[in-house]
């Protein structure tokens, strides 16, 4: 376990007057420490770590407090072995910028390959709690949680990832190593002291048994469907894209991947809040988790949106002349309360295809009905 590297200081820049090129390097002052700096780069591009340490090194001698430099240095000797001196030269870069949570990930890669994964998972926190998004930062914690036997919080940090960057690959392998650890790992064993265990409150009661039927009966997100392949591909190119989170959030659910089906559902609705339809598959998939109360408030929002049927039309007069008594029966396509049974894959079709402007949904409704009708007066 190596960690991701934020290479983000590894800029290329245009040579300055002062500067030329000979044999594909870059030849500068002796006063210019950003040249130095350039310089190294190009070196720690081309493998040549240990000329690309002593340029970061003369420009450190430089200017002291270049905290990119320092930053650099540290994924020089990083690559060299030489981890301890890595972990002290990350420890200066932060200590001349608080806010550099690239500093503060890599000082967790060094501290990982250090064997001292306590200290590791300190510094992944700073460098989210400074950037909550970056995605580096939530995978490398996740790996060093993972490292401790921590497979739940793991889970947690790699969920925190899939939901910024859906289609990251490794975060997606780790994810499924983690909870097939977290389901084989045994129960903990009581304390036999007759010392009282602390008393859960019914908020942290609910949210451990979620997450350990969760564990126990989420299955692994499979990486060779190709309709899941295709959904990721697809919500990667159109990230603002309602429709697209709809469609992952259907495949996701005829896989029984429910909580990632429900993941990518929320992001649809953020989306298009008005998706009676959405509202309603969230619902069959909260359901299928055994979360009756939240799948109830997303069916009561679906029909909330759902677009209201016209009248119904005036029975035709039978052969004698008379109205027939006869109640057309009504079958309006919504979710109630109280239902049958639901079957324990999701709908093939993909719910948030249809258009789902006004116009649209009438049309779709009034087409049905006459289906209907035709059937019961002429066939």
């Known amino acids: 376990m190596t960690g991701q590297e934020a290479q983000d200081n590894?800029?290329?820049?245009?040579?300055?007057?002062?500067?030329?090129?000979?044999?594909?390097?870059?030849?500068?002052?002796?006063?210019?420490?950003?040249?130095?700096?350039?310089?190294?780069?190009?070196?720690?591009?081309?493998?040549?770590?240990?000329?690309?340490?002593?340029?970061?090194?003369?420009?450190?001698?430089?200017?002291?407090?270049?905290?990119?430099?320092?930053?650099?240095?540290?994924?020089?000797?990083?690559?060299l072995g030489r981890h301890e001196e890595a972990v002290t030269s990350y420890e200066k870069a932060i200590a001349l910028k608080a806010d550099y949570y690239q500093g503060w990930n890599n000082l967790g890669n060094a501290l990982v390959e250090l064997g001292r994964y306590e200290e590791a998972v300190a510094s992944y926190q700073r460098a989210i709690a400074i950037s909550p998004e970056y995605c580096q930062g939530w995978h490398n914690q996740g790996e060093a949680l993972a490292a401790l036997e921590r497979y739940e919080e793991a889970v947690a940090c790699y969920d925190r990832v899939l939901a910024l960057k859906p289609t990251w690959r490794e975060t997606q392998r780790l994810r499924r190593t983690a909870m097939a650890k977290l389901q084989e790992k045994p129960p903990t064993p009581k304390p036999e002291a007759a010392t009282p265990e602390p008393v859960e409150t019914p908020v942290e009661?609910?949210?451990?048994?979620?997450?350990?039927?969760?564990?126990?009966?989420?299955?692994?997100?499979?990486?060779?469907?190709?309709?899941?392949?295709?959904?990721?591909?697809?919500?990667?190119?159109?990230?603002d894209d309602a429709e697209a989170w709809g469609d992952r959030g259907?495949?996701?659910?005829?896989?029984?991947?429910?909580?990632?089906?429900?993941?990518?559902?929320?992001?649809a609705l953020s989306l298009d809040p008005d998706n009676w339809q959405g509202w309603k598959y969230r619902g069959v998939a909260l359901k299928q988790l055994g979360r009756q109360?939240?799948?109830?408030?997303?069916?009561?929002?679906?029909?909330?949106?759902?677009?209201?049927?016209?009248?119904?039309?005036?029975?035709?007069?039978?052969?004698?002349g008379e109205v027939s008594s006869g109640e057309v029966s009504i079958d309006i396509a919504t979710e109630s309360a109280v239902e049958a049974p639901l079957p324990q894959i999701v709908p093939t079709r993909t719910p948030m295809r249809q258009s789902s402007s006004p116009l649209g949904r009438v049309i779709?409704?009034?087409?049905?009905?006459?289906?209907?009708?035709?059937?019961r007066w002429i066939g």
């Open 293 to 320: 109360e939240e799948a109830l408030k997303s069916y009561e929002r679906a029909l909330e949106l759902q677009p209201a049927p016209p009248p119904i039309p005036e029975q035709p007069a039978d052969a004698s």
């Open 205 to 239: 009661q609910k949210e451990e048994k979620i997450l350990r039927e969760s564990a126990r009966s989420q299955p692994l997100m499979p990486l060779d469907n190709p309709k899941l392949a295709a959904c990721d591909r697809m919500v990667e190119r159109y990230p």
């Open 250 to 267: 259907s495949a996701l659910a005829e896989l029984g991947c429910y909580e990632e089906a429900i993941s990518s559902y929320d992001r």
């Open 364 to 375: 779709r409704w009034m087409r049905r009905w006459m289906v209907r009708l035709w059937r």
């Open 10 to 79: 590894f800029n290329s820049s245009i040579p300055s007057p002062e500067e030329k090129e000979e044999e594909g390097l870059i030849v500068i002052q002796m006063n210019n420490p950003k040249a130095w700096y350039d310089r190294a780069g190009s070196l720690y591009q081309l493998g040549r770590y240990e000329e690309a340490l002593e340029s970061y090194e003369k420009a450190i001698a430089i200017d002291e407090e270049y905290a990119d430099a320092w930053n650099n240095r540290g994924m020089t000797l990083k690559c």
